[in-house]
């Protein structure tokens, strides 16, 4: 293929992406007047859903406008040779290949935070606000940019770094290295991000003694879960949605509950949450997911040593010289209808481990418990109660709430 064909391509699968994803989301959008389904007649009165719509409207159109705006900085991007200016500024400043690297991706996301700031900013004092869900200071939104960019150039430019080396010194063999660094950093982080990230953006306290604290202990013992480490985390000092997490494995695994939750549940009910992630423990679900990412970094690492150095790519993003920063960003754009199926593949298997973990709280704990739980935390969240199938299929990671309901219900 010639430069200027790959160029179409490229237009065409951002095109695609959008299309798809509009059309989903009008599906979706199309659905949310519909009647609220039997089982969940009891999550709204009359009043909240009335909220519930309003809320999934505002999101939907917003979520049309900065979708718009992406596409269209995106191609506009692409037709100024937005790329080709970036890289020639790189090369302005260093002839170090990795430090050239460094620079360019630098810059693309100090412009896309910048360009994106405002919709951000809106999202969260506009429109979280206006339905009660932000409790973000403005203090802490942009501390939280700036704690974020820092992490970001040291961890994420650290390891391109590393790989940029690795690069220059293996070549085609470099995926296999890359691949390796990757999955020690992948283990890492999953032992100690709970530990070493967390602290810079929240408060984690270990949950006080009392009553909670002995139905965990008791539940734990029951099944045979050794548990030393349950946290509780200040989510409400960025909103009222509530959540929990299991995290790391061995001796470093731990549970989080948001204070939201604590808040929002009563004792059982967050007993029966609790159960639902020692049930993703039970099953393996944690090192399964660890895996199969690991092994789809693997797959996608060699498919990018295939292209990484080809110059007809770079000179389809009007470059001229090959380079790996340049490859990637090539790479990125040709594997999107790649990783729309792998994520696909992805989403299902985590629906499938979603019903494997409910069925387990259910069966060392009780159902009701978490049915309530769940339709508390729809409630409070404003949940879309009847979102349109394909668009669950597409991108739901978790099955719908009627869905996890009628599984508890009928098994």
Do not use: C
């Not at 391109?160 to 020690?184: C, D, H, P, R, S």
């Not at 059982?268 to 020692?278: P, Q, W």
């Not at 978790?398 to 098994?411: A, E, F, K, W, Y």
Request: hydrophobic share 45%; no cysteine.
């Amino acid at each position: 293929m010639t430069p200027k064909a790959i160029f179409i391509v490229f237009i065409v699968i951002l095109l695609f992406d959008f299309s798809l994803d509009k059309f989903l989301d009008y599906l979706n959008a199309k659905r949310f007047n519909h009647p609220i389904p039997d089982p969940l007649k009891d999550v709204y009165n009359e009043d909240e859903y009335l909220k519930s719509q309003e809320y999934k409207t505002e999101r939907f159109q917003f979520g049309n406008l900065t979708a718009t705006f992406s596409l269209v900085l995106t191609l506009s991007f692409l037709f100024i040779d937005g790329f080709k200016l970036v890289d020639d500024l790189a090369r302005s400043i260093t002839d170090n290949s990795i430090l050239i690297g460094l620079l360019f991706f630098g810059i693309i996301m100090v412009g896309s935070t910048l360009f994106t700031l405002p919709f951000s900013y809106y999202s969260t004092f506009i429109i979280e606000d206006k339905y009660g869900f932000n409790k973000t200071t403005k203090k802490t939104f942009f501390l939280d940019k700036i704690k974020s960019g820092i992490m970001g150039a040291i961890i994420g430019g650290g390891l391109l770094a590393f790989i940029i080396f690795i690069y220059e010194k293996t070549q085609e063999n470099f995926w296999i290295y890359a691949w390796g660094v990757i999955t020690i950093f992948s283990l890492f982080m999953n032992m100690f991000y709970s530990k070493l990230i967390v602290p810079l953006f929240n408060k984690q306290t270990p949950l006080e003694k009392g009553s909670l604290r002995d139905k965990i202990s008791t539940y734990a013992s029951q099944v045979g879960f050794k548990l030393d480490n349950i946290f509780v985390i200040d989510g409400s000092k960025r909103s009222t949605k509530a959540n929990a997490y299991f995290s790391g494995f061995g001796g470093q695994k731990r549970i989080t509950l948001y204070d939201t939750l604590i808040h929002d549940l009563e004792e059982d009910e967050i007993v029966s949450v609790l159960a639902h992630e020692v049930g993703h423990y039970k099953k393996k679900h944690i090192i399964f997911n660890l895996t199969l990412s690991i092994i789809t970094t693997g797959l996608t690492l060699w498919i990018l040593s295939i292209f990484i150095d080809s110059s007809i790519l770079a000179k389809a993003l009007a470059v001229d010289i090959p380079s790996f920063h340049i490859g990637l960003i090539a790479f990125g754009l040709l594997y999107s209808p790649i990783s729309h199926i792998t994520g696909l593949l992805m989403n299902i298997v985590s629906r499938k481990f979603e019903y494997q973990a409910d069925n387990y709280a259910k069966n060392t704990h009780n159902a009701s418990d978490l049915i309530s739980s769940l339709k508390k935390l729809s409630k409070n969240n404003l949940s879309n109660l009847t979102p349109h199938p394909w668009y669950v299929w597409f991108h739901y990671s978790h099955p719908s709430l009627l869905q996890r309901i009628q599984n508890l219900q009928n098994n």
